[in-house]
């Protein structure tokens, strides 16, 4: 990420004449691509048995029997049915301009990596910036913000700012507050930071996978003054992002993407497109229709069990499952602010032994009164914010207490788990046998 100083450039706009018509012309093509490929990154599932308590035989017995479909994703509304979006800035309003007030500028964009969890277990995923997790941001509140957001993909995301207060434009929910962001365009999300507090961003199309695979990142707002620090003097603030991966899941339905997205431009580049079976319509009333006549299938209508199944193998810390987890370093007599972010979709039950520890915030807002615990149930979603007291040296394992969640595909030990270790000790006792790193 960078950040420029103020005054940040106008955005720049797109080129007119001839050379713009190409950009156009590109633009158009791949953008009504990344629509229907959003729908269909299909990846070959194929109606097997009716789900239960639904009408399933005249789907399965209809045209689009056998037919590839998109498995978890969903349909799209497009007030033409092409979704095609011109332009490669788009700037929605709501928020002041560039004039009205100082605003820092962050530029990011999504692109594909290929990510190692643990040595020998590598995953295609979307990233912000290439990173997983995405770039930390530290902002002050009420700063003003700029995110000059690029997508430099073929599919579609969006930024969703979660537990920001912002205008409604800028909370980057397709559908429902903006276009998604195409391939090749970038989507300027302007807001003030604030409330202050732990929070965190990540995108919202194609939740499941995109935000499950990288997509997501700390958005930390700080305050001018901390008033937490009164009681707890921290001198080293960490975030720690929760993460788990079904590792086939998502390398299945990254290839089914690639695969759907080629089969797409086949169709469109011959003009045989159907609207219909790839999943966009004008409007809500348009898609109930069709799926009440049996024209479209919708991904809900499938049989769960050719659906999706999603289990989790892979539990991650900031990235990395252990022993590939970074530690935790602390000092003696220091004060560290610990974030967890749980932005896994499952339930944590962080435990860290030989401390209690402080939990001091919940979603960025500070507790009434901080709670000593030594075990803290982080939801999915949520951030929780904890204070450590340096006050017993050693190495001291801080683990995901569901014990499924500290292993690396069933091995234990493994998975969502770190070591607290202090920095400024003699260990009086070393194994001869570890795991670590
Ligand atoms: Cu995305």
Redesign the pocket.
């Known amino acids: 990420m960078t950040q420029r100083k103020q005054p940040p450039a106008a955005p720049e706009r797109q080129p007119e004449g001839s050379e713009a018509t190409d950009i156009h012309r590109r633009r158009f093509l791949q953008n009504a691509l990344a629509v229907t490929g959003g729908a269909a990154l299909a990846a070959g599932s194929r109606i097997t048995q009716a789900a239960e308590g639904m009408d399933h035989s005249r789907h399965a017995m209809g045209a689009h029997a056998g037919h590839r479909m998109d498995r978890y994703g969903s349909m799209m509304f497009t007030k033409d049915h092409s979704g095609h979006m011109m332009g490669g800035i788009i700037e929605p309003p709501g928020a002041p301009s560039d004039d009205e007030v100082d605003y820092k500028v962050f530029d990011i964009d999504?692109r594909i990596v290929q990510h190692e969890i643990l040595p020998g277990i590598r995953l295609h995923m979307?990233a912000f910036n290439g990173q997983v997790p995405g770039p930390e941001f530290h902002v002050t509140e009420g700063d003003w913000i700029k995110v000059n957001f690029t997508n430099n993909t073929e599919?579609?995301?969006?930024i969703h700012w979660h537990g920001i207060t912002l205008p409604y434009t800028m909370d980057g929910v397709p559908m429902i507050t903006q276009d998604p962001v195409h391939p090749g365009q970038t989507f300027v999300y302007r807001f003030q930071a604030k409330p202050a507090g732990t929070r965190w961003y990540h995108?919202h199309?194609?939740t499941p996978l995109?935000a499950a695979t990288a997509?997501h990142g700390a958005f930390i707002v700080h305050r001018k003054e901390e008033p937490l620090k009164e009681r707890f003097p921290y001198t080293r603030d960490y975030t720690l992002m929760l993460e788990a991966w079904d590792i086939d899941f998502a390398r299945e339905e990254m290839n089914g993407l690639l695969e759907g997205m080629k089969e797409v431009n086949l169709l469109m580049s011959k003009g045989l497109l159907d609207y219909k079976t790839h999943g966009f319509f004008k409007d809500y009333d348009e898609f109930k229709r069709a799926v009440e006549s049996g024209e479209y299938v919708a991904p809900y209508l499938q049989s769960r069990s050719s659906g999706v199944r999603v289990r989790q193998n892979f539990f991650a810390i900031n990235g990395k499952s252990y022993p590939a987890t970074k530690r935790i370093g602390i000092r003696q007599g220091e004060w560290i602010r610990v974030r967890l972010i749980n932005a896994s979709g499952l339930s944590h039950h962080m435990h860290l032994h030989g401390h209690d520890f402080w939990w001091v915030a919940q979603d960025g807002n500070d507790l009434p009164e901080p709670r000593r615990l030594n075990t803290i149930h982080v939801e999915p979603g949520g951030t929780y914010d904890i204070m450590i007291y340096g006050d017993n040296p050693g190495f001291w394992t801080f683990h995901d207490h569901k014990t499924t969640q500290a292993r690396n595909n069933g091995i234990y030990p493994g998975g969502m788990l770190t070591v607290l270790a202090y920095e400024d000790f003699e260990p009086t006792y070393v194994p001869s046998v570890s795991v670590d790193q």
């Open positions: 999504v979307f599919e579609m995301h969006t995108c199309w194609s995109h997509m």
